[in-house]
């Protein structure tokens, strides 16, 4: 008898603001997510946390320790720094990224993915969030459940066998933004 699964974990990285639909549209895909409670655990900023937080550190923390970087892409996605900062540190950890298209015309989109380093990522699109572009967004995501834990494993194992251990304790204590 194989044991269950461990519950992936997934982090949704979004430009937040009140004048675009993105808030909405990571909502979405959060909430269809927690539908399948005994297979995913969402992190989302505005659910996950909670007053008196650090909200910098505890973002800091979610990433490495997610299995998947979801990133609703939309023109106004390029707008924010936080969501830079987020996919790089998700890069860092050797974290995998799933783009996802939400809103826009490929002339709109095709900056966007270039400028955040998406043009060599196979992305989803999710223009209607329709049962079948959602069944398509849970394949993907199950489609990563070990790329994230292989990829650390095996820059682990470059790193120790190379034996440069400097470069850790060169790194700051804390994130530098």
Not at 80 to 109: N, T
Not at 114 to 143: P, R, S, W, Y
């Amino acid at each position: 008898m194989t044991a269950p699964l461990a519950k992936m974990q997934v982090f949704i990285s979004y430009k937040r603001g009140d004048r675009n639909a993105l808030n909405s549209q990571a909502n979405s895909i959060r909430r269809f997510l927690e539908g399948y409670p005994e297979e995913y655990e969402v992190w989302m900023d505005t659910t996950d946390i909670s007053a008196g937080d650090l909200w910098e550190m505890a973002i800091y923390k979610a990433i490495p320790r997610s299995d998947v970087i979801l990133v609703p892409v939309a023109p106004e996605t390029i707008e924010s720094q936080w969501v830079r900062r987020e996919l790089d540190l998700a890069r860092r950890a050797q974290v995998c990224i799933i783009p996802l298209l939400v809103k826009g015309s490929d002339a709109e989109l095709g900056p966007v993915l270039k400028d955040l380093g998406f043009e060599a990522i196979n992305h989803l699109k999710l223009f209607n969030m329709d049962d079948t572009e959602m069944d398509q967004l849970k394949k993907a995501v199950d489609a990563k459940r070990s790329v994230t834990r292989e990829n650390q494993f095996n820059w682990l194992t470059d790193f120790l066998l190379k034996g440069d251990q400097q470069a850790v304790q060169k790194m700051p204590a804390e994130p530098n933004p």
